[in-house]
């Protein structure tokens, strides 16, 4: 069966630290990959989109990879701050149906 | 701010009660989405339209009830819910409509339901 599946429910980190959130897919062959921000009460946010054919993204401290080897992209924080708690989601997107797919999220919590 | 609105930001309804979730954007999107949200879960399709046609329905029971009036609005008529279909209710909207895929989803606030 099709899952998505997102390392840990919760992590926590120090200030400073770089945050390492990982997105492991299995029967799925997504064209591209997204990830966004999503805080309590509030619609998810976009953040990254990365394409089958590549390897790696950079925007600010943030740093998306997608191993579709592996079925794995990895997304970093580095330099975090407590504003960047929240919840992060990766979510599929095969390309043709025009529909994204959830994982279901990490809680990150920066520990100031 | 996000600019894809969404009202009302809250609604508790009964289960007899006939009521509406609306959303709007103003970006030129052609593709528009509904999304439900229980606590903890990561986002669920429920629908989505594509020049104001609905391409997808994730097997929505009846009781919600989509509906694009034009290429800026969407609504969610609901109609008989169970106290199992409180939820948040998210809207997005996206510029992609090709095979392409589906872009960046620009999403609301969210409706947060509940079904007494």
């Known amino acids: 069966s099709q899952k998505i599946e997102q390392n840990s429910e919760a992590l926590n980190i120090q200030e400073g630290k770089t945050a390492t959130l990982t997105c492991n897919y299995t029967n799925y062959s997504p064209a591209y990959l997204q990830w966004y921000r999503q805080d309590p009460g509030r619609g998810p946010v976009f953040l990254l989109l990365i394409r089958e054919n590549e390897k790696e993204k950079r925007k600010e401290r943030l740093k998306v990879t997608f191993d579709t080897t592996l079925k794995q992209s990895l997304f970093h924080i580095t330099a975090s701050q407590p504003a960047d708690s929240a919840t992060y989601l990766c979510?599929?997107?095969?390309?043709?149906?025009?529909?994204?797919?959830f994982g279901s999220g990490t809680q990150l919590t920066v520990l100031p | 701010d996000t600019e894809v609105t969404q009202t009302p930001k809250h609604l508790v309804m009964g289960m007899t009660n006939k009521k509406s979730l609306k959303c709007e954007q103003h970006?030129?999107?052609?593709?528009m989405y509904w999304y439900k949200q229980k606590a903890k879960k990561p986002p669920e399709l429920m629908f989505v339209y594509s020049y104001e046609k609905l391409s997808i329905n994730e097997s929505v029971p009846s009781r919600f009830s989509p509906e694009c009036p034009n290429s800026s609005l969407l609504n969610l008529h609901l109609h008989a819910l169970q106290p199992e279909d409180s939820a948040l209710y998210l809207c997005?909207?996206?510029?992609?409509?090709?095979?392409?895929?589906?872009?960046?989803?620009?999403f609301g606030e969210g409706s947060r339901l509940t079904v007494l």
């Open positions: 979510a599929l997107d095969l390309g043709s149906a025009r529909q994204l797919t």
């Open positions: 997005a909207s996206s510029q992609r409509t090709s095979g392409s895929g589906t872009g960046e989803l620009f």
């Open positions: 970006m030129g999107h052609r593709a």
